[in-house]
């Protein structure tokens, strides 16, 4: 294989794919990036060995078609330092030796392993595509991958999962750590498939780190049963997915609720900021939401110190004192981007639901003892 490059473009393809690598393989050949030039464009391919694949296509010329496995850090530490805007030419003889040279003074050979050895990469249908807004796709994801169970504290692997229900209106996703639940709502046109799917949270971090959130560009997505693929920037990501049904969750946001508040979300969220500074490592103590009248009010009596405050908040229905964990709180309101919230409380042993006015999102934390 031989083929040639520039350097800026070729290496941003490369710091791509090299996301998804993780250090620590049993299978060392997944700490390289496989480099395909066998047919008419170059490929750069990747693995996490677990989850994700990831295949992303590198400008440069072919001039000797050919694959080739090479450590991709290491390829990495070489192509940096190169000299800026110049074209480097990586060849690979049939005795994995590689040759990287950059003009007529820089040259450089390391040892390719052997590419035979690399799993191979998952096969996509794409008969049947859902096209989603890049920007659109990013919110979903915002306000999801932070509540799956990250840790398996709760030892179900379905928490460990994000849920999509995707039918011919709507893109429904949900997450849940035993703690909160997220649920994100969003229109969708030209779909004619249902899927319900749980996709693993942490490949779906990567995807949201990876995707920029372009309004005026599309992701396609491809959904089979065994994986699901994201097609976006001349990438494709491809996660498996986890085989089960997803947890019922409507009857806990149908409670009846005995209180509602509108608030303003910044006020409340910067209250929570000010309050968070006493809150030392270790010390659990709750923030006490006292609501009554035309207001709430923010107590929090910590190891450090108190604190205490009061918000303008339009109420309904009954007056009550409250307690949750103000750093899950904040967790919530940190990716909310609206002016005004609605807080639901069916009681003070009851689970906060947090809405919109258009009800896109809805937000379940469980209270704590006072």
């Known amino acids: 294989m031989k083929i040639e490059f520039k350097k800026e ?3 941003e393809s490369l710091q791509i794919v090299n996301k998804i690598i993780k250090k620590g393989n049993i299978y060392k050949i997944l700490d390289c990036v496989l480099i395909d030039a066998s ?26 078609k050919g694959k080739a496995a090479i450590d991709c850090n290491y390829l990495l530490e070489i192509i940096r330092p190169m ?15 590689c040759k990287i040279t950059c003009g007529s003074n820089i040259v450089k050979n390391i040892q390719a392993k052997d590419d035979s050895t690399y799993p191979n990469s998952v096969n996509v249908n794409k008969e049947n595509v859902l096209i989603l807004n890049e920007l659109k796709l ?16 709760t030892g179900n692997i379905i928490l460990k999962g994000i849920y999509f229900d995707i039918n ?12 909160i639940i997220s649920i994100i709502n969003e229109k969708i046109i030209g779909n004619d498939k249902v899927y319900k799917k749980i996709i693993p949270g942490s490949a779906l971090e990567e995807l949201y780190r990876l995707i920029k959130g372009e309004v005026n560009k599309d992701v396609y997505i491809y959904i089979n049963d065994k994986n699901i693929s994201f097609e976006f920037n001349n990438t494709l990501f491809t996660s498996i997915i986890i085989p089960n049904s997803y947890i019922e969750t409507d009857r806990i946001f149908n409670l ?13 969220y910067d209250s929570l900021r000010r309050s968070i500074p006493l809150l030392r490592e270790n010390d659990n103590k709750p923030v006490i939401f006292d609501i009554k009248d035309e207001k709430i009010d923010i107590n929090l009596n910590s190891l450090s110190g108190d604190s205490h405050e009061e918000l303008e908040a339009k109420k309904t229905g009954k007056d009550l004192t409250i307690a949750f964990n103000a750093k899950n709180l904040i967790k919530i309101l940190s990716v909310i981007e609206d002016e005004n919230i609605i807080l639901y409380f069916a009681g003070s042993k009851q689970p ?9 999102f809805s937000f379940l934390l469980t209270p704590v003892k006072i």
């Open 39 to 64: 047919k008419e464009n170059i490929y750069l391919i990747a693995q996490d060995g677990k989850e994700i694949n990831i295949k992303k296509e590198a400008e440069g010329e072919i001039k000797e």
């Open 256 to 268: 009846e609720y005995s209180t509602k508040v509108i608030l303003n979300k910044t006020n409340f």
């Open 9 to 11: 473009e070729f290496l």
């Open 352 to 360: 906060l639901i947090i809405k919109d006015k258009q009800e896109t």
């Open 83 to 97: 000299p800026d805007d110049s074209f480097i030419e990586l060849e690979v003889k049939e005795n994995k030796e």
């Open 168 to 179: 011919k209106e709507n893109f429904t996703a949900k997450s849940m750590d035993g703690y």
């Open 138 to 153: 990013k919110k979903i994801l915002e306000k999801t991958i932070y509540y799956y169970d990250r840790t398996g504290d």
